[in-house]
């Protein structure tokens, strides 16, 4: 009865409900536009003024400058789409839960986690996404690359992979709201977590880094999240070794793992469900 | 199949309790310590098709808990209920799609969108047919005189106007069974009234089984001769509206504002002075001699305004728990009271 | 608790009353922090994950760099260690010059109406909000101290180089200056609220711009030629960069000195810019009519 037909359809609401809505709030919206866009050059800025100094990221790694900058047209692609469609959600289940608001949403006969991460749009995020992918696009000229259709549609897929990761994460956090009260920390430590999947996972070598890497690899996969597809895309001069097919099966694991795993927790999390008095 | 059915249905919560003082702050950390509340305890209920019901009660009596463990929003410490053959707190999508929950002064619409958005929204969760949500709205909008700021953003809207809306949002699936939780709190008697005309026509034509909370006896009166008082979690009374007025209503208050100051006599002999602030008295007297007494006033003094009203609510549950006058199968049975007339 | 008392009574009864003011401030500010109590244990020390991602992306950066093989490699005169320490060091000076909640707590102040009580009270906008924000600090940062030296003390490998002598007092002094002069910024953008209602995409503005050019993110140092003397000549790098260069020694003997002389001249200039603005301000309100 509930088919994906009616899913979408209802998805199409949102988007347009939310459009309307932003729109409404104009001035606000430009502003938030533009911080992010901001922000994006600011660090864009920083990345140019390292490759002054330095030919790239490591030694033998790979990544160079423009290979880097595909990475971080990748990273602004997939963290633009999870802020656009997911973070207001996530942000507005954890106040539901401690407020109790979230009974309307009780009621509806739809599933009630689909309601709850994808109902409003934050379209004011929506100018990142442009920008990685222009970002991309010239680096893929500077390095004087054309992928094939088989390489852009794994990409498109690995990208969809990183997309369900970084949403089964922010979901299983924003669950826990339910136990742990008020948790604008863990918006934050959302933050710094994401921070650390901003650069390819090279980067975490040494005594520290190699289990830094393994554990943000294999137990919270976020560093797989932006690598995965970066490097199908990014790493055109090196032959893809058979590590990082490895990785790449991994990751459709960790992706269906985590979605499960998300929904387990949530489901939990509507179990230990108070409802405010009025 | 009756509609609703609740058997021995209990609600406990669990409160961190929260104290004083830095150092207790620092045990909460530590030890966190909890309060029970019992919600609802044990409570047995059955409700047929078409039936209105009202369930009466103070604030916190486990009015509104009762109507979220039906809608299925929150889950029992114990106990069993069925609504329409469902288990509410399954949250099957099929049950969702026959109820609909109203809960006053609180705003399922989209804050600033039109509600013609969000009523569109609905149509498209609950899967209606376009022709059957075209016609129901448009009934809905007319029935409530609101069809001409269903396109204005529901922030603009007044109090009134905005409950109104919620009113048919919910009706737009044209659920089998409605729970109303305060629908008409925080309204102006006009909206207030014109929302119990609705509901009154509105169930008599579709035959929905309505369940509405208060603590205004103006609205149960309004809208339904079956009335369940809710006192401390439990059913304390269970029958017709009449017969609960003829228990307890055995008195009347009678306010009076004096014309010319507070007269010198002696009223005490009217009825019980419960308020004396002059210019205004408040007299307790028998129901039956209210009108008597107050003619009798009215002889004597000039007033400049009198009314006559029940008991407050609290009162009169107050006076159903603990009463010295009730006769004992009346006060001391925690089973509710039944009445002949139902 | 009235402020009004405060500045009739004799000096020991001022900083009497001061003092439980502050005692006052302290506990609730204590109490509120530890009542959500998953909250406030992460909190404090996660202010220093985003250094984790910087320590391997300078040693990715430094790896590669070209430079005196066996030797250390330097960027704009940092090597690596420097470059860890400074970020560590950047992490002390925004701890004194970041003033959250002041400029918008001012602007909404005007705003709602709830300037006016200021207008009748002995005690100046500017003085309330600056013992606040004094109180504030130290309640947050004597709990805070305690991650802030665990992280220092598990990375003093870093610091290879500490101040000498009377280093440390122009170190300390520049860290205070840091404080007074975000302090009287952020007020000054604050108070722009009187002329301008939406001051909060100025405030965004300068927030950005802060957070680019006054070393935060990343040594001014490192800027290319025409932009390196722009950056020099605008205050903000007094904010993050000036301390910790101090520390590390990259300011040194004379050029020390005159640093801290002009960051005191941005202090004094900004202190007046705010008090003219303030005075400005309140007689533009009650010309109308609050």
Not at chain 1, 235 to 253: C, H, M, N, S
Not at chain 2, 151 to 157: A, G, S, T
Request: hydrophobic share 50%; with cysteine.
């Amino acid at each position: 009865m509930t088919s994906l037909r009616q899913y979408l359809l209802v998805f199409g609401t949102f988007a347009r409900n939310s459009l309307i809505r932003d729109m409404t709030f104009r001035a606000n919206f430009i502003i938030e536009f533009f911080s992010s866009l901001s922000w994006v050059f600011m660090n864009l800025g920083f990345y140019i003024l390292i490759f002054r100094y330095t030919p790239s990221l490591g030694v033998g790694t790979g990544w160079g400058k423009y290979e880097f900058f595909a990475f971080t047209g990748t990273g602004l692609m997939i963290n633009s789409l999870a802020a656009m469609l997911f973070m207001t959600n996530a942000d507005n289940f954890g106040n539901f839960v401690r407020q109790g608001n979230l009974d309307f949403l009780l009621l509806k006969p739809i599933d009630t986690q689909f309601i709850v991460s994808l109902q409003r749009i934050d379209w004011s995020s929506s100018g990142n996404f442009f920008v990685g992918l222009l970002l991309l696009l010239y680096s893929l000229r500077q390095m004087n690359y054309v992928p094939s259709a088989v390489t852009i549609a794994l990409y498109i897929v690995y990208m969809i992979c990183g997309l369900l990761i970084l949403y089964s994460l922010m979901f299983m956090m924003a669950s826990t709201s339910v136990w742990l009260g008020r948790n604008e920390t863990l918006f934050d430590f959302w933050f710094y977590i994401v921070n650390f999947a901003r650069y390819p996972m090279e980067i975490y070598e040494g005594r520290f880094g190699r289990p830094f890497r393994w554990f943000f690899t294999f137990i919270i996969p976020v560093l797989v999240a932006v690598n995965v597809p970066a490097r199908f895309i990014a790493r055109p001069l090196k032959p893809q070794t058979l590590q990082d097919w490895a990785l790449a099966g991994f990751t459709i694991v960790a992706t269906v793992v985590m979605l499960v795993l998300c929904r387990l927790v949530f489901l939990a999390a509507l179990r230990s469900y108070r409802s405010a008095s009025s | 199949m009756s509609a609703i059915e609740i058997r021995n249905l209990s609600k406990t919560y669990r409160v961190n309790r929260k104290k004083e003082g830095l150092w207790a702050a620092v045990r909460g950390l530590l030890r966190p310590e909890y309060e029970v509340i019992h919600a609802v305890r044990s409570i047995s209920l059955t409700v047929e098709r078409g039936e209105f019901v009202a369930f009466l009660g103070p604030n916190g009596a486990g009015k509104t808990t009762t109507l979220k463990l039906l809608s299925g929003i929150i889950t029992p410490t114990a106990g069993t209920a069925t609504v329409l053959g469902h288990v509410p707190w399954k949250r099957e999508n099929a049950y969702r799609r026959r109820f609909a929950l109203v809960m006053g002064q609180k705003n399922q619409l989209w804050w600033d969108l039109p509600a013609a958005e969000s009523f569109r929204l609905h149509q498209q969760i609950y899967q209606i047919p376009p022709e059957q949500f075209t016609r129901t709205r448009d009934e809905l909008t007319d029935m409530l005189g609101v069809r001409h700021l269903i396109h204005r953003p529901v922030r603009e809207l007044s109090l009134g106007e905005r409950m109104k809306m919620e009113l048919i949002a919910a009706l737009l699936h044209s659920p089998e069974v409605l729970f109303l939780d305060e629908p008409t709190i925080g309204l102006d008697v006009v909206a207030q009234y014109t929302i119990q005309q609705f509901l009154r026509e509105y169930q008599t034509q579709k035959k929905t089984t309505v369940i509405l909370t208060s603590h205004y006896m103006k609205d149960v009166a309004a809208l339904c001769r079956r009335v369940v008082v809710i006192f401390d979690g439990r059913i304390i009374y269970d029958g017709s509206l009449s017969s609960l007025v003829d228990h307890l209503g055995a008195y009347k208050i009678i306010t009076i504002r004096f014309a010319n100051g507070t007269p010198a006599g002696d009223l005490a002999r009217f009825g019980q002075v419960i308020l004396r602030e002059p210019p205004r008295i408040k007299l307790r007297v028998p129901r039956t001699e209210a009108t008597e007494i107050v003619r009798a006033i009215l002889a004597q003094y000039a007033a400049e305004d009198v009314s006559v009203e029940d008991p407050p609510l609290e009162e009169l549950i107050a006076t159903l728990f603990t009463s010295a006058h009730c006769t004992a199968e009346e006060s001391l049975v925690p089973s509710p009271l039944h009445s002949a007339d139902h | 608790m009235s402020t009004a008392i405060l500045d009739t009574n004799p000096v020991p009864q001022r900083i009497l009353g001061r003092c439980r003011l502050w005692a006052t401030i302290l506990r609730i500010s204590i109490q509120e922090r530890i009542v959500y109590r998953g909250d406030f244990m992460l909190g404090t020390l996660m202010r220093f994950l985003p250094i984790v991602t910087q320590m391997f992306l300078w040693a990715a950066v430094f790896a590669a760099a070209p430079g005196p093989s066996g030797g250390d490699t330097r960027i704009v005169g940092y090597r690596y260690q420097d470059m860890v320490a400074y970020y560590l060091l950047t992490m002390l000076s925004r701890a004194f010059s970041s003033m959250p909640g002041l400029a918008s707590g001012i602007t909404r102040e005007i705003r709602e109406g709830g300037i006016k009580k200021f207008l009748i009270q002995p005690i100046g906008l500017l003085e309330f909000l600056f013992f606040y924000r004094v109180a504030h600090k130290l309640v947050y940062y004597s709990i805070a101290a305690v991650p802030f030296a665990v992280v220092f003390y598990l990375c003093r490998g870093f610091f290879l180089h500490t101040p000498h002598g009377w280093e440390w007092a122009a170190y300390i002094a520049s860290l205070i200056l840091a404080f007074l002069l975000g302090f009287f910024l952020e007020a000054t953008i604050g108070l722009l609220g009187f002329w301008f209602l939406e001051v909060s995409s100025l405030l965004f503005i300068y927030m950005l711009l802060s957070f680019f050019f006054s070393g935060h993110m990343f040594p001014i140092d490192m800027l290319p030629q025409p932009f390196y003397t722009i950056v020099r000549m605008i205050p903000l790098q007094y904010l993050a960069y000036f301390p910790s260069a101090v520390f590390l020694g990259k300011v040194q003997g004379e050029e020390l000195v005159t640093g801290l002389l002009v960051q005191a001249a941005w202090v004094v200039t900004f202190m007046v810019l705010a008090k003219i603005t303030l005075q400005r301000g309140l007689k533009r309100y009650s010309g109308f009519g609050g």
